[in-house]
C-alpha cells in the first residue's frame, strides 16, 4: 500500500469518527436539515442535533430527523427548555463525547452549512500538524469579520489588555503575534479562542478543558471554552480551506442608524448578554483599573452613542427609548464588572431566546 493510500485512508477515518454536533431553537427546521446533510456528505460519521426547549411542533419535525437520515447517523437530544448556546452545546458536547465512536467534535450553528470538502480538509491538516489531541482547528466563515481581519491582517483573535470589547487606546503599542502554518497547499493562522461554529477539537482535550459553562447562557461562552484550550496549553487554528457557509446574517451585521446594542428590534435578552458576557470575559486580562475604565467611557462614546452621524440626533428624538436602552446596557456592564451570572432576564414566560 502506498504512503498517499495509507494517509487518505488515515483521514477518512478521521471524518468518520468526527461527530457533529448542532443545536437549533424557535422554528429553523429547514435550516437544521441543510447542515446535517452537509455535515453527513463531509464525510461524518454522525450528527448530534440539540432541540433547545422548542415548540412541539418543531420537536416533532426535529425527532423525525433519525428516521430521515438513518438513526445510526443523527440522534436528537430535547432539552426541555431553550438553555442558550451555553447549555445547548454542553448537552450536544457531553452527548457527543459519550459515544465510543467519537474521536473528534465538530460544532456547527444551525445555519452553519459545510463546503463538501471542509471536513477533509481539517482531518488532513490535523495529520500533517502531528495528529495531537492538544490541537483543535476551525472552519472559515467568510462573513465572520473577526477571521476575515485573521487571515487579511493578521489581527489576532485574542484579549487585548485592558481593553473594552476589543477596543484599547493601548493598541498600537501593545505588539500580538499571529503564528502561520502553510503545508501542501494549505493554510492556517492560530487563535486564542473561537466561536462555535466550525470548531473541531478531539474529545481527549475535555478532559483538561472541560465543557461549555452554563452560567454564560448565550453569547461569549463559546470564547471561554476555548479559551480554556488555549490557556491549558493547546492550539486553536483558523484554516482557510475549509469553508462553511452562515446561511443567515448576524444580527450584529448590516446598515443600521443605531448600534446594534440600541436598536429595539434586537429585544433586551441579545445585547445584555452579550455585553456582560465578554467584560466577564475581558476581565482576566484587566491589569490597569484606570485604562480600563478609559476604554470604556471612549468604546460607549465612540462606538455606540456615535456608531453614526444619525444616531446622536435619534437620541434627541427618542429620548425615552433610548434612556431605557441605556439603562440595559449599564445593567449588562455592573453585572458583568460583577461577574454577576444573573440569567433570569432569559426566562420572561413570553420571550423565547435564541440559541445563538
Known sequence: ???????????????????????????????????????????????????????????????????????????????????????????GVEAAAARPETGHIWLLDDDNLPVPDALTVLAKIWRLMGARPDVALVSFRPDKRTYQKLITRDKPNSLLPNSFFGFSVQSPWQKQTVAHWRQEGLACWSMDMAGYGGLWFHKDGLQKTGLPDARFYLYFDDYDFTLRMTEG?????????????????????????????????????????????????????????????????????????????RSVGYHLRHPVRMFRRWQLIRKAIRDGEAERFDNSLAHPASVRPPAG
Not at 493547546?234 to 451585521?253: A, K, M, R, V
Not at 446594542?261 to 456582560?276: E, M, T
Open 233 to 309: 496549553g493547546g492550539q486553536i487554528w483558523l484554516c482557510q480551506h475549509s469553508t462553511l457557509t452562515d446561511l443567515e446574517p448576524s444580527w450584529t451585521e448590516g446598515k443600521a442608524i443605531l448600534h446594534p446594542w440600541l436598536q429595539p428590534g434586537n429585544g433586551l435578552i441579545r445585547p445584555y448578554f452579550s455585553i456582560r458576557n465578554r467584560i466577564i470575559l475581558e476581565k482576566r486580562a484587566v491589569h490597569s483599573r484606570a485604562i480600563y475604565r478609559l476604554n470604556r467611557t471612549l468604546f460607549l462614546l465612540i462606538k455606540v452613542f456615535c456608531a453614526t452621524p
Open 1 to 91: 500500500m502506498s504512503s498517499a493510500t495509507s494517509e487518505q485512508q488515515a483521514d477518512q477515518a478521521t471524518q468518520s469518527q468526527t461527530c457533529a454536533v448542532t443545536v437549533t431553537y424557535g422554528s429553523r427546521l429547514a435550516l437544521v436539515e441543510q447542515v446535517v446533510q452537509g455535515a453527513l456528505a463531509c464525510g461524518a460519521g454522525h450528527v448530534v442535533v440539540v432541540d433547545n426547549g422548542t415548540a412541539s411542533a418543531v420537536a416533532t419535525g426535529l425527532s423525525a430527523l433519525p428516521a430521515q437520515f438513518g438513526a445510526e447517523r443523527v440522534s436528537v437530544v430535547r432539552l426541555p427548555e431553550n438553555m442558550g448556546s451555553a447549555g445547548g452545546f454542553r448537552a
